[in-house]
Nanobody
């Protein structure tokens, strides 16, 4: 089992910045990728950004140019630097981890951290 613990959410004014952190612990076997998703009220959970073990990154169009995902030094943690935040970025942000070998990978989720951007 893998546990994901997120931190760094909060309330910020539009145009401000936040940095989310997610630390993975437990029986981590072949951590393939980690990422951040978000879920706003009434909306489906959507990908914000992810990063592979090799460092390849993908961003949602809404995050491109404003958000940056990166590995921590130990490669069992991931960060999401969010700049130029907008009210529409308000959501619960969830950390995600993908482990194991395809096609039998296992997906894990954190408990979520609230990000609120005021106008």
């Amino acid at each position: 089992q893998v546990q994901l613990v997120e931190s760094g959410g909060g309330l910020v004014q539009a145009g401000g910045s936040l940095r989310l952190a997610c630390a993975a612990s437990g029986s981590i076997f072949r951590l393939n990728a980690m990422g951040w998703y978000r879920e706003a009220p009434g909306n489906q959970r959507e990908l914000v950004a992810d990063i592979s073990s090799g460092g390849h990154t993908d961003y949602a169009d809404s995050a491109e140019g404003r958000f940056t995902i990166s590995w921590g030094n130990a490669k069992n943690s991931v960060y999401l630097q969010m700049n130029s935040l907008k009210p529409e970025d308000t959501a619960v942000y969830y950390c995600n981890a993908l482990t194991g070998y395809a096609p039998h990978e296992t997906e894990y989720w954190g408990q979520g951290t609230q990000v609120t951007v005021s106008s």
